[in-house]
Structure formats: C-alpha cells, structure tokens
C-alpha cells in the first residue's frame, strides 16, 4: 500500500527508491544511481545508460511543487526503464514505451489499484513546462517565427525540426525578450495562441490534402484524354470500310 507515501512532504527519494526496488523490481536495481537534477525543465525525469552506468535524474525545479504522488509516479515509472537496461532487454522493444515497457507498467498499476496508483507514458505538467519556457526566440528569416524556450541556448542542430526549418527558411534565432507570463498555460492570451497555432496546422493540412485531391483530379483527366486521342488513332487507323 503506497497510500501512506502520498502524504510524505518532501520525501527522500533514495529511500523511496529502495522500498519500490525490493517491492516493484526484486532488488535488481542496486547498480542504478539516482539524483535530482536543477537544470532539467522539460522532463519530469529521465534515465539514461551510459556504458555499464545506468542513471535516473529527476527534475527539481518541475517536482518540487508537485504532489508527492506525482513524484512516486515519476520515479517508478523511470524504474522501469532502468529495470529494462539492467536486465539488456530494452533494445527489444520498438519505441521508448514498448511492449515490455507497458507490461511492467500495467502489472505494477493492478497491483496497486487498491491506493490508486496511475502510472502513464507521460506526464501532465505541462503548466509547469510552459512556466519555464519564458526566454523568447524570433526568426530573422522569411519565416520570422517566434518561438519560447527554457533556456539561453539559441536553437541549433541539436533540435528534431532544425533541419527542416533550415531547408525551408534557413534564418537563424534572436532572443527578443524575457516574459515568464508569456507562456503561462493559465493566461488567456497563451490558449488564445495555442488554439490559432492549431488552427493553423489544420488549415495547411487541409489545404495539403486539397492540393494532392487536385493533383489527382488533374492527372485523372489527363489520362481520360490521351485514352481517348489513341481510340480514336486506332480506329482511324484500323477502320474498315464497308461497300
């Protein structure tokens, strides 16, 4: 029962981590090494193998004010994937929650049904997330898009969509400013962005998929006429004539 955990203040995470290590994953965790971690903003946690070194961070400045039950939630949930690197089947899985990901997960949250236990794939402190994103980023490209990020680091290569933008725009980021209320998930004029920026997306995709329809259309009556031009040349061609 986890019931009384929940109402720890704040709790000592190494020794949480050693009652869930013999609870949850029969002691195979010993070799794993936690802390917290000041500069993480994005991820509640994370675990990383470098080596025959396996790692769990925690991020203070996005737990810290959270429920102890998220908190918990967090670290169990980094367990597993520890548990996958400690006994090497980690790479069998497709995707970073796979199928052997799930099962752990779902058989810990029957177990602990009764003290209502909710482990998920992710979190949703996304208040939280947003509150850090306060440094603001504009394009000086054709694009000028305006972005906002946790940190002081301009976007580079290290970014998924870098080589994207690049391609299609290929201007490079300027902090502009520095307004932590800007990006705060509670103020109207943030869900007001979100809500355009997502119009937006589904704007261009419905023009994209009118676009291919057009194209098809068009390709559709261009290979209607050209069979009917060669009919009508092979009926010139071979017509018979009769008296």
């Known amino acids: ?60 400045q996005l737990l810290q004010y959270r429920a102890s039950k998220d908190l918990i939630e967090t670290l169990i949930h980094e367990s597993i994937h520890s548990y996958l690197f400690v006994k090497s089947i980690h790479h069998l899985d497709k995707t970073h ?22 482990l998920s794939t992710r979190h949703d402190y996304l208040s939280e997330v947003n509150a850090m994103k306060s440094h603001e980023w504009k394009c000086n490209g054709m694009c000028s898009q305006t972005i906002y990020r946790p940190f002081t680091r301009p976007p580079g290569p290290h970014e998924k969509w870098w080589k994207r933008h690049t391609n299609e725009c290929g201007g490079k980021y300027q902090i502009i400013g520095f307004n932590k209320n800007k990006n705060n998930l509670d103020s109207n004029e943030w869900k007001e962005k979100k809500l355009l920026k997502r119009r937006e997306k589904e704007k261009k995709r419905r023009d994209k998929k009118k676009h291919r329809a057009d194209i098809l259309d068009q390709d559709s009556d261009n290979d209607k006429k050209w069979n009917k031009t060669n009919k009508r040349k092979r009926e010139n061609k071979y017509k018979i004539t009769l008296e």
């Open 97 to 118: 929650h796979g199928a052997r990901f799930l099962t752990i997960m779902n058989v810990i949250n029957y177990i602990c049904k009764p003290c209502k236990l909710s």
């Open 1 to 60: 029962d986890l019931s009384d955990d929940y109402k720890l203040i704040n709790p000592n995470i190494h020794m949480l981590f050693d009652k869930y290590n013999k609870l949850f994953f029969d002691n195979k965790l010993k070799s794993v090494t936690l802390r917290w971690d000041y500069r993480e903003k994005l991820n509640a946690g994370i675990c990383r193998q470098n080596g025959d070194k396996i790692n769990i961070t925690l991020s203070q």
